[in-house]
């Protein structure tokens, strides 16, 4: 999977907080079944191979376009584009994001999540 996107992870964070955990296995369930399409659907990975490439082309020439008119729909461009390369990427995390939460309720005991592990006594 791709480097997690920090500001997409808060968003997340931010949406479940108020979520039940039956709409959370939903959401797991609509996750899992989004990526399955977007790995075994021939037109979704066209589709994201295409997209792939035309951000690579648009990082490669947006430096020879000097007029901000034209510079400004080609940013907006890569955008779509970039969301649409992404779209594997962002429902992996958005399920990660889910399953975790799922866990943490179901096992509160259980710390999840990044911290810094100052139990090492091996100095």
């Known amino acids: 999977m791709a480097e997690n996107n920090q500001y997409f992870e808060q968003q997340l964070q ?23 399409s977007l790995a ?8 994201i191979r295409d997209s792939q490439k035309w951000v690579e082309k648009l990082d490669a020439n947006w ?13 907006v461009l890569k955008h779509a584009y970039s969301h649409l390369a992404m779209l594997p990427a962002k429902y992996e995390q958005e399920l990660e994001a889910c399953r975790a939460e799922l866990k943490s309720r179901e096992d509160p005991d259980e710390q999840t999540g990044d911290y810094d592990d100052d139990t090492n006594l091996e100095n």
């Open 14 to 36: 931010d949406m479940m907080k108020g979520v039940d955990e039956e709409s959370l296995v939903g959401r797991i369930a609509e996750c899992e079944t989004v990526l399955n």
């Open 40 to 47: 075994n659907d021939q037109l979704w990975s066209i589709v």
């Open 63 to 75: 430096q020879d376009v000097f007029d901000p008119i034209k510079l400004a729909p080609i940013r």
